[in-house]
């Protein structure tokens, strides 16, 4: 994949919005959104409240953005994951078998970041069809979860009926899951309702091959 090449002063620009969603997130996770000033956010990334302002409107502006940036991490990871996971094995791996692994990476990552699960809260869907918008020299071109699903399936020689719907509502098992789930224990345990999860998505995606 291409690099995307960033000068001084756009890796200079970077690095300011980067520090200030990192404090953002920081302060969000710990003492809440409400809670959370400007100011705080500012002084906490080493940069004036004036700054802040050139990136983001106002407090909740830098919370979507974090909420975009963060389910679509979780995405690129699991993406990442399952590719790691083909190449290194000789076992062959349905469609079915490949959004079960996905599936399983988000559930398990959630399920031990539950700062992270909290603070995204519903949004989980926030990621799907987005990448991160700033890049540096050191990282390689991304794409997003449906580009990737898309190529997936073309590799594999299958095609979904309703993609769009289908990639969707299996996001929203996995995010409905998470936050009843992980979060409350409701309506059962996290590790009694993964097989279940698993069955549902496997009826899916079987289901919608054209």
Known sequence: MKKIKMNKIDLNKEKKKNDLLSSAYE?????????????QIARKANVGKGTFYLYFQDKYDIRNALISI??????????????????????KLSVSDKFIYITDYIITKLSKDI????????????????TPA??????????????????????DGVSLKNFDMTIFTIVELINSTCYNVILNGDPITFSDYKPYLFRCIRLIINDSIA
């Open 27 to 39: 302060l969000f996770t710990t003492v809440g959104v409400e809670n959370t000033t400007i100011t």
């Open 70 to 91: 963060k389910t679509n991490e979780i995405f690129q990871e699991a993406m990442k994951s399952l590719n790691d996971y083909c190449s290194h094995t000789s076992e």
């Open 115 to 130: 700062a992270l699960l909290k603070y995204i809260s519903k949004n989980l869907s926030w990621g799907l069809y987005s």
């Open 134 to 155: 700033f890049q540096s020299d050191e990282k390689e071109e991304l794409i997003d979860f449906k580009t990737f699903t898309m190529s997936m399936l073309e590799k």
